[in-house]
Structures are given as C-alpha cells and as structure tokens.
C-alpha cells in the first residue's frame, strides 16, 4: 500500500537558518498528490500547501516545496527559519486507488524546533 | 471559513467503559474522518465516511466503532476503552470531488483511559 517517510523526527534550528524537512513517498499511483500540514500547539492541523504536478515549485507562507516523482520526493524548505515555524510537520499522500476516499496517508510527523 | 468542532475537549475514562466522541462540520463535505495522534506514529485513520449513513473502516478500526447519522456529525465510539486507546483524536472534514483532497480538521480531543 501507499507509504509515507519522514526521515527526521525531531529538527532543531537557530532562528535565521534554512530550513529543510524531508519527505519521500511510496504508491503505485503515477498521479500521487502530496500535503504538507502543519500542526502549531493548541491548534488544529492545517494544510500548508500542495501539489500534483512533476517539478512544479508550490510556495506558501514562506515555505515552498518542489514535487519530484523521478525521486518521490517532496521536501519542505524555507529559507530562513523563525520562531513562529516552531511546529509539528506531516507530509501526506493522497489515496489515488479510484474509489475516491479522499484519503491521505501520514508520515509520522517531524517536529520543528527554532531557538533564538 | 471551514469549521470542524469536536466535543468534548478532554475526557477522562475507565477502563471498560463506553466513550462517544462526537466530531460537527459546517462545510457541507461529503467525506468524514477520525484520527489518533501518538507521538511516533503521527495521524492514523480509525474510521471514515462518505456521507449520511455510511461508516468505512480506516487503517486502525480495532476497538472503535463510528457512526455517520447526518451530513454534519460523525462520533467514534470506544465500546470497551483500554489504557491504550489514550491518545488525541481528531475529526477532519473533505471532498475528493475536484481533485482538491484537503482535509479541514477540529481541535482534537485528548481522551485518557485509566
């Protein structure tokens, strides 16, 4: 079945640094659609930004993420981290089976710490 | 703006005992889901729906049940809670319709079984 990796558990930055959060995927599926969603403490997760299209960059928020399916690969980045990234990171797959579930498969989540 | 609430915010339960988590939404979305977040783990589907009446089992449905009896309510429903089902839950709301796939989720709920 479909699968989703997020290598790093935890990511520890100084405010200024970039950013980068890594996420590879896994599906049989050529036309996977890949998530990030973030989840900031006493909030609800909430998407981040998208993408279905091969070596398309997609930005928001400052954040920006380039879906390469040669690699399965959608990693995070931004340029310089601050404070207020301080958060928990999903990368999600999209359910592509067919049966139109609209069901998204996690990775285990990668927490991001941005220290002063 | 999308709006997914969940009741209760916390609950403490027994071992044994039946707990209904109830999720609302007020976006009108077809589809209905219900998570746990555990640390190492990450969002795990318990259960979804499709709409008004139908309940699908997610990638975790063992000690849960859901029920869907409108547009707007999805509950899980922990028939026998065990310790192990102490985790945060979280509803989420979507529409697969138009590609879009994005998931609007409530607050969670933070359920402790002793």
């Known amino acids: 079945g479909d699968s989703v990796t997020q290598k790093e558990g935890l990511v520890t930055l100084t405010e200024g640094l970039p950013v980068m959060l890594n996420c590879t995927y896994q599906?049989?599926?050529?036309?996977?659609?890949l998530f990030w969603y973030v989840h900031y403490l006493n909030e609800s997760p909430r998407l981040l930004l998208k993408s279905s299209t091969d070596n398309k960059r997609t930005e928001h928020q400052g954040f920006h993420a380039t879906l390469h399916k040669s690699s399965s690969s959608f990693h995070l980045q931004k340029s310089s981290a601050q404070l207020s990234d301080s958060a928990l990171y999903y990368c999600?797959?999209?359910?592509?089976?067919?049966?139109?579930?609209?069901?998204?498969?996690f990775g285990h989540g990668t927490i991001l710490r941005v220290h002063p | 703006e999308a709006a997914v609430t969940q009741s209760p915010r916390n609950k403490v339960a027994v071992t044994g005992g039946k707990v209904t988590l109830s999720c609302n939404q007020t976006n009108n979305h077809n589809n209905m889901y219900w998570y746990r977040q555990d640390t190492g783990h990450g969002l795990r589907l318990i259960h979804y729906?499709?709409?008004?009446?139908?309940?699908e089992k997610g990638d975790i449905p063992d000690g849960y049940k859901a029920s869907r009896p409108s547009q707007e309510n999805f509950s899980l429903i922990l028939e026998l809670a065990t310790p192990s089902q102490t985790s945060v839950y979280f509803c989420?709301?979507?529409?697969?319709?138009?590609?879009?796939?994005?998931?609007?989720f409530g607050p969670g709920t933070r359920l402790t079984v002793l």
């Open positions: 599906t049989i599926y050529s036309n996977a659609f």
């Open positions: 729906s499709y709409g008004a009446g139908s309940t």
């Open positions: 999600a797959l999209s359910d592509f089976s067919g049966a139109n579930t609209g069901k998204l498969t």
């Open positions: 989420a709301s979507g529409d697969a319709g138009g590609g879009s796939y994005e998931q609007y």
